[in-house]
């Protein structure tokens, strides 16, 4: 199973917005609804932002959105503020009980 | 609070064994099944399998199958990932969390594997 595509970085202004694309194939990102995305601070456990391609849970802003066309998926954060730059991973669900990452996008706010 | 509390920061020697635990509270442990990631230094997140906490079956993904072991013991709501014939290419963090909605909700810290000679 390959690892999901994401570009190694993305950035933006504070204020501004930033997306970051995750693409797989149809066996995975294409073929389910079950795309989530993870923000990681550098030495911190990865914390769950999106799951199910749009679904926030509790506690996270708004300002995180997520959409799928195909086989891409993506992540959109605005309204930027200093505390979103990480890094940021999306994930799959891949078929057989077997999941699948993305190689991770370091965001920068400039 | 749903809580995960790994085991400390190991170091092996290449051919050994190693074992981290995940313990977990908070919930009803059957609610959950526990997945187990791993991240290489610099690296991104790699999913290693999950262990039914209901059953104890587990799936684990082609590149372990053979070598890592997932185990359980309900009676303390605890999981157990076990990695043979280390190398330094093991060397990682590894995690446990739980799966909900077909993603990972809760993560617990990690645990630090070095493999060294």
């Known amino acids: 199973q390959s690892a999901l595509t994401q570009p190694p970085s993305a950035s933006g202004s504070p204020g501004q917005s930033a997306t970051i694309s995750c693409t797989g194939t149809?066996?995975?990102?294409?073929?389910?609804?079950?795309v989530s995305w993870y923000q990681q601070h550098p030495g911190k456990a990865p914390k769950l932002m999106i799951y199910?391609?749009?679904k926030r849970p509790s506690g996270v802003p708004d300002r995180f959105s997520g959409s799928k066309s195909g086989n891409t998926a993506s992540l959109t954060v605005s309204g930027l503020q200093a505390e979103d730059e990480a890094d940021y991973y999306c994930?799959?669900?891949?078929?057989?009980?077997?999941?699948?990452f993305g190689g991770g996008t370091k965001l920068t706010v400039l | 609070q749903v809580q995960l509390v790994q085991s400390g920061a190991d170091v092996k020697k290449p051919g050994a064994s190693v074992k981290v635990s995940c313990k977990a509270s908070g919930y009803t442990f059957t609610t959950y099944n526990m997945h187990w990631v791993r991240q290489a230094p610099g690296q991104g997140l790699e999913w290693m399998g999950r262990?039914?906490?209901?059953?104890?079956?587990?799936v684990l993904t082609q590149k372990f199958q053979g070598r890592v072991t997932m185990t359980m013991d309900a009676s303390i709501t605890t999981v157990y990932m076990e990695l043979n014939s280390l190398t330094s290419d093991d060397t990682a963090v590894y995690y446990c969390a739980t799966n909900y909605h077909y993603a990972f909700e809760y993560w617990g810290q990690g645990t630090l594997v070095t493999v060294s000679s």
């Open positions: 199910e391609v749009t």
């Open positions: 149809s066996s995975d990102v294409g073929g389910y609804n079950y």
């Open positions: 994930s799959s669900y891949a078929g057989n009980i077997n999941w699948v």
């Open positions: 262990i039914d906490s209901n059953s104890g079956g587990t």
